[in-house]
Every structure is written in structure tokens, then in C-alpha cells.
């Protein structure tokens, strides 16, 4: 292995379980008259129902300990799968998590506020601050740490979706995996959601470093998705910084507001169609608001000709299932006869 990809000079928790499953879906693949499609199983890597926060949080979680902290503070959204693996993490490891949450999608009602994430990060045992918007999040979150520097306590805060430059480099990690699974079979994409966009970065940048002739393809699952590019190319930076590499181009990379729908967290009916496709054919679950577009996005993808048949694919499998249950009604009304 060659130094760049070489992560031993990095603390890190032993959080997953490495390798994740690397599945060839044929029902799948036939479904959709080819391609040949593998599915990276990043949904089952163990601890905290998984997902892909687990990668980047052995980073942050690795540096946050060898630095004494005994709080962990982080933000998202009521169902925010980070939020819920960041709990699960921290009650592995002792540590005490605190998660600022916003309401920043257009769903309220019993699944949504009571169930899914919400309600495993409760289950971990973290302490759950629901906010109304922006300045609430902020002031709750100055609060929180004016609490702790009272009590003593050590805080570290991570961002939205665990992505900075140490978390990214989970998903540098998850590259050169995948790459060593697929002993020497020819890929010519990788599909991936993108939200805070770590995931797709560490990939990109892993994807630059081995110098592996790949396209990733980035589902935005938030508008604008004219931003995604200048977010991944700002993440793989910090990364390469901390690796002292040179900052890679990024020509490899495509951004796709194909499947992105009116806003986050707010599934379309192709959203729902990619669920049950996938949970069809291979029994696997996808989520409404990350997997499930990217997925859509894959379809899209396929029938529009832009993936041809003869390609082969790999489909990163980020998580994402409990919020599944968020959307309890609609994922009745989604899959009812
Ligand atoms: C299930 C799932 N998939 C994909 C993503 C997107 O990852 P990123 O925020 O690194 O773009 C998230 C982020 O929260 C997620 O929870």
C-alpha cells in the first residue's frame, strides 16, 4: 500500500465491521435489463442498526478520545441517521452524546416525531434537543456547551453528517475495500447519495489516490445540487491536506440532481418505485430520503440509456432503515397492494 492511503498515523475507534458485504444483485440487474449491478453493503456494518456514519465517526471518534473528551455534540435533523449512529457510537465508547436536532423537513406526526431515529437515539441514551429552526439550534447549542464547560466536562462538536476532513477519510477507507473485494473486475461507477457529501468525497478521493479508472456518481438528496460540487472539492481538500498530498482533480466525479425531488427528506413517487424495487428483487431496504434517491437516481440512470446495459456498477448502500419508519403512513401507502 502506498503512503497517502496509508491511515495507521490516524487514531481510530474499532467501531464497524470491515469488510462490509459486497452483494451481486442479478434480479436486480435483470429487473433493469443490465447492467450488472453489485451492491457495497455499508447498511449492514454493525453497530447502531449501521450506515455509513460509522466509517467517518472511527476518525472523529478515534481523535476525540486520544484528545480526553467525554462529550460528543452533533447536529441534524429529526431523523437524522448520523445523529442516531453518533448516539450508538458514543454508548459503545462511555461518552456522553448530546444531539441538537432541527426540524428542517415538512413532516411532523406521531412516525416522524416519535419514531425511527428519534427514537433509537433516545434508546442509546442520548440526550435529544429538538429546535424549531436555525437561531433555536444555535442557541441551544451555545447552552449545551456553556453546560459542560461549567460541569468540567470536555466537549467536541462534529458537524453535520460527521463531514470534515478526518471523517472523510472513512470513505477513503471504504475505497481502497471496495477496491481490494473487486480483485481486478473492471467497474465503471460507483452510485452514492449525497448530503453533506463526505461519503462521495472520501470515495473521490480514494478513487484519485489509487488511480482507479472509475466514475462516481453523486445523487444529490438535497437542493441545490449545483452546490454538491464545490462542497465534495472543499471536503477532498481538507482531506488531502491532512493526508499532505497534493489536491487531486475531480474530473471522475458527476453530480446528479436527477433524482433530487422538491427538497430533503421529501420522497417522489420514483423514490418510492426505487424501495420497492430493490426490496423486490434482492430483499434489500432501502430509506426515503438518502438510498432511496440514490437509487431512483440508478433507474433513472439505466432507462434513460446513460448507463449502458454492459456496464457494471456498484451501488454504495449508505443506510439508513430506521427512517424508514419516520415515514410510517407513507411507506404504508407506498407499498400496500
Ligand atoms: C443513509 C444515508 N445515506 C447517505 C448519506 C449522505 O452522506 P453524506 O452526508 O456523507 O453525503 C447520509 C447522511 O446522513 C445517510 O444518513
Known amino acids: 500500500m502506498t503512503r497517502p492511503l496509508d491511515l495507521s498515523r490516524f487514531a481510530r475507534a474499532a467501531l464497524g465491521t470491515w469488510p462490509t458485504p459486497l452483494e451481486d444483485c442479478r434480479r436486480l ?21 449501521g450506515g455509513n456514519k460509522l466509517r467517518k465517526l472511527e476518525f472523529l471518534l478515534g481523535a476525540a478520545l486520544a484528545g480526553g473528551v467525554d462529550t460528543v455534540i452533533t447536529f441534524g435533523g429529526l431523523q437524522t441517521n448520523h445523529g442516531r449512529q453518533t448516539a450508538a457510537a458514543c454508548a459503545r465508547l462511555g461518552l456522553r452524546c448530546e444531539l441538537v436536532l432541527t426540524r428542517a423537513v415538512p413532516r411532523t406526526g406521531e412516525a416522524y416525531e416519535r419514531s425511527g431515529n428519534v427514537a433509537l ?6 440526550a435529544v434537543h429538538i429546535c424549531d429552526d436555525d437561531a433555536s439550534t444555535e442557541a441551544t447549542y451555545r447552552r449545551i456547551v456553556d453546560e459542560a464547560a461549567a460541569a468540567g466536562r470536555r466537549t467536541v462538536t462534529f458537524p453535520v453528517g460527521g463531514s470534515d476532513g478526518l471523517g472523510v477519510l472513512g470513505y477513503l477507507a471504504a475505497a481502497v475495500e471496495l477496491r481490494d473485494q473487486l480483485a481486478g473486475l473492471a467497474v465503471d461507477r460507483i452510485f452514492c447519495a449525497a448530503g453533506s457529501c463526505g461519503t462521495v468525497a472520501g470515495l473521490a478521493l480514494g478513487v484519485a489516490l489509487l488511480d482507479w479508472p472509475v466514475v462516481v456518481e453523486a445523487v444529490a ?28 482533480a475531480l ?6 440532481g436527477r433524482a433530487v425531488g422538491p427538497g430533503y427528506g421529501v420522497p417522489t413517487a420514483e423514490t418510492w418505485a426505487a424501495i420497492r424495487l430493490f426490496a423486490r428483487t434482492e430483499g434489500i431496504t432501502l430509506d426515503p430520503v438518502y438510498t432511496g434517491k440514490a437509487g431512483a437516481a440508478l433507474v433513472d440512470a439505466v432507462r434513460g440509456g446513460e448507463t449502458g446495459a454492459a456496464e457494471t456498477v456498484v451501488f454504495l448502500h449508505t443506510g439508513g432503515l430506521p427512517g ?3 415515514y410510517g403512513p407513507e411507506l404504508f401507502d407506498a407499498v400496500a397492494p
Open 221 to 248: 438528496v438535497s437542493p441545490p445540487a449545483a452546490d454538491k460540487p464545490a462542497q465534495i472539492r472543499r471536503l477532498v481538500d481538507e482531506s488531502a491536506a491532512l493526508l499532505e498530498v497534493p489536491r487531486p
Open 324 to 326: 424508514l419508519f419516520g
Open 29 to 49: 440487474s435483470e429487473a433493469l435489463g443490465g447492467p450488472r449491478i453489485l451492491v457495497k453493503r455499508d447498511d449492514v456494518n454493525g453497530l447502531g442498526v
Open 251 to 256: 474530473d471522475h466525479v458527476r453530480v446528479t
Open 121 to 126: 437515539d433516545l434508546l442509546y441514551g442520548a
